[in-house]
């Protein structure tokens, strides 16, 4: 699947407020996504809060459908992308803090989940999304707008130039003005043959495009990338100023190794039993080391172990990554704290002695000097 995105602010906006999704959710799942939005919330646009919010569900109910496995059927998905939907209206009416009096932020969305040849198309507002099979471009979806309907009753011949004198899009239905009971996003499916490709764009690059126009722009010959970039390119010779966004997929059956695919080692088996090997001489060597260490007479010492008492330790004092080098073999009932400053700080550092007796030995005599 070769997939570009082409997003422009426009020469009458001063932010880009539209926003935009393509990720692979699985080896054979792709999501495909715009949004174009009005308003601010907490300083980020409100397009962006509905695809995060719309993304997080699809992500969480695809895991839950593959740990442990279970078939997905179509009304599986249509059902998943209602309620992404009311998940992101919802929380865009949270963040926005819309009220039945005034409207600080909503967005239009259109989506397209692919799943191996299978397209499920939500949407809800004026951004669109196009099929171009076999050199034919055919739109998707239907607008949700007051321009839309005053084209579709026959007023509007030439969409087009109609559109440059009907002023602003007036949506009769977007995400974050009502509950999301009233809410009704719209659900298609198809089935996608070989070479298809998808195209989805918001109002600013298709409202004052006839068809003839998107189709020529799109299925240049050229990579995805330079098709959107004409989109948006004919979209500005044709007057449009607004936020303009075009996401373009070919091949969009192809789907290509998921970004989480875990990619196994290509070791050579006699050297991966070499490395096996050698770690199990590391692990007895160590062993012993630690054995000669811990349980000799070699490396002796006194220091003051948990409770601040002086205790005999055998190994070195320290630790290495959060292991201790050392074994307490034996704990006096004497506190540190008993002892000159001076003697603290060396039992501090670790006092070496050369046997447990020697040990003994320097204990008493610093017991004895403390009850006196």
């Known amino acids: 699947m070769e997939v570009a995105v082409t997003t422009d602010v426009g020469t009458g906006q001063r932010c880009n407020d539209d926003a935009w999704c393509h990720e692979q959710l699985h080896r054979n799942v792709t999501l495909l996504a715009v949004a ?39 009304n599986d998905m249509r ?52 099929l171009l099979r076999r050199g034919e471009l055919v739109q998707l979806t239907s607008d949700e707008s007051l321009f839309s309907e005053y084209v579709r009753s026959g007023a509007a011949q030439q969409p087009g130039p109609a559109r440059k004198s009907f002023g602003p899009a007036l949506l009769p239905q977007a995400l974050g003005v009502e509950q999301a009971s009233a809410l009704k996003t719209k659900i298609a499916h198809y089935t996608l043959h070989g070479h298809d490709a998808l195209m989805l764009c918001t109002d600013g690059a298709s409202r004052l495009l006839g068809s003839a126009e998107l189709q020529s722009a799109a299925m240049t010959r050229e990579n995805a990338r330079t098709a959107a970039e004409r989109v948006v390119a004919a979209a500005r010779a044709a007057g449009s100023t607004d936020n303009a966004t075009v996401i373009l997929a070919r091949n969009a059956t ?15 088996p006699w050297r991966a039993l070499a490395v096996f090997a050698a770690a199990v001489v590391l692990f007895f060597v160590t062993g012993a080391v630690a054995r000669n260490y811990w349980f000799g007479d070699s490396h002796l010492y006194l220091a003051a172990d948990s409770k601040g008492d002086v205790g005999l330790f055998a190994g070195a004092p320290g630790s290495f990554m959060g292991l201790p080098l050392h074994l307490e073999r034996k704990a006096y009932s004497f506190e540190v704290t008993s002892l000159p400053i001076g003697e603290q700080r060396e039992v501090d550092g670790g006092v070496p002695v050369s046997t447990p007796t020697a040990a003994n030995a320097v204990v008493a005599k610093w017991q004895a000097r403390s009850r006196h």
């Open 79 to 130: 059902e998943l992308l209602v309620s992404a939907f009311a998940e992101g209206n919802e929380r865009l009416l949270r963040v926005g803090g819309a009220t039945e009096d005034l409207v600080s932020a909503c967005s239009t969305c259109t989506l397209a989940l692919i799943v191996s040849n299978q397209a499920f198309i939500a949407h809800i507002g004026d951004s669109r999304a196009y």
């Open 254 to 268: 192809m789907h290509g190794p998921p970004v989480e695919t875990v990619t196994l080692s290509t070791i050579p």
């Open 36 to 74: 174009d939005g009005f308003g601010r919330p907490q300083d980020v646009p409100s397009a962006a809060i509905v695809l995060d919010a719309i993304r997080d569900v699809i992500r969480r109910e695809l895991r839950r459908a593959t740990f442990p496995p279970r078939s997905l059927t179509a």
